[in-house]
């Protein structure tokens, strides 16, 4: 059977991601035109400036915030971060780089923030779908309600966290709500249909 170029898509991906870099690189260079500008050339020249000076309080801010979230996860998670991209970036930088944007670092508590009363209600929605009724049970829980050793079975560090279970497995990793939750309802409806249509 006979391969040709245009059906594979892996290839396809890398040219174009190598040619949205080629086209990033070429609006920076054209830039170096409009330094000539009489209006424009003095103001790329202050941004050029201003660059080197905010790549320094970065590169101070990346210290700070490296440096609180190793301590305090290596204090509240101790073994439970994975020594991975995702688990470096999602568990141990984003927590205080939100610490920026007034986020809060929600570990277990038992009451639920803001942020779970938001998400229980796409759950309310979800057990009211045609598609999920019969075929998923949404249990909500708290510390308060639930035996607390299944915090600790399932390995769940803050809430609100999503555990898909099923015959008592797990079947698929907790989703933990860090980021916005529309965002996060978005990501869990799709690893229940993935699971559901697993299932068919």
Same mark, same amino acid.
């Given at each position: 059977?006979?391969?040709?170029?245009?059906?594979?898509?892996?290839?396809?991906?890398?040219? @174009?991601?190598?040619?949205? =870099?080629?086209?990033?690189?070429?609006?920076?260079?054209?830039?170096?035109?409009?330094?000539?500008?009489?209006?424009?050339?003095?103001?790329?020249?202050?941004?050029?400036?201003?660059?080197?000076?905010?790549?320094?309080?970065?590169?101070?801010?990346?210290?700070?915030?490296?440096?609180?979230?190793? =301590?305090?996860?290596?204090?509240?998670?101790?073994?439970?971060?994975?020594?991975?991209?995702?688990?470096?970036?999602? @568990?141990?930088?984003?927590?205080?780089?939100?610490?920026?944007?007034?986020?809060?670092?929600?570990?277990? /508590?038992?009451?639920?923030?803001?942020?779970?009363?938001?998400? /229980?209600?796409? =759950?309310?929605?979800?057990?009211?779908?045609?598609?999920?009724?019969?075929?998923?049970?949404?249990?909500?829980?708290?510390?308060? @309600?639930?035996?607390?050793?299944?915090?600790?079975?399932?390995?769940?560090?803050?809430?609100?966290?999503?555990?898909?279970?099923?015959?008592?497995?797990? =079947?698929?990793?907790?989703?933990?709500?860090?980021? /916005?939750? @529309?965002?996060?309802?978005? !990501?869990?409806?799709?690893?229940?249909?993935?699971?559901?249509?697993?299932? !068919?």
């Amino acid at each position: 059977m006979r391969h040709t170029m245009g059906n594979t898509p892996h290839l396809l991906t890398v040219a @174009r991601i190598l040619m949205a =870099v080629d086209l990033e690189l070429w609006y920076l260079q054209s830039l170096k035109f409009m330094i000539s500008h009489s209006y424009l050339g003095p103001k790329l020249e202050m941004i050029k400036t201003m660059t080197r000076d905010l790549a320094s309080f970065l590169y101070i801010g990346f210290v700070f915030i490296t440096a609180y979230g190793v =301590v305090s996860r290596a204090m509240i998670m101790p073994n439970k971060v994975d020594f991975n991209v995702h688990g470096i970036f999602s @568990r141990i930088l984003y927590p205080p780089y939100s610490f920026l944007f007034g986020g809060n670092d929600k570990v277990l /508590e038992g009451k639920p923030d803001e942020k779970s009363n938001r998400m /229980e209600k796409y =759950v309310n929605i979800w057990s009211e779908e045609d598609e999920f009724i019969d075929r998923i049970v949404f249990v909500k829980c708290n510390k308060e @309600r639930c035996n607390p050793d299944m915090f600790e079975k399932y390995n769940v560090e803050a809430i609100p966290t999503f555990l898909f279970i099923n015959n008592n497995e797990q =079947v698929a990793p907790p989703y933990t709500v860090f980021d /916005e939750v @529309r965002y996060a309802a978005v !990501k869990i409806e799709a690893v229940i249909n993935g699971l559901l249509n697993g299932a !068919k």
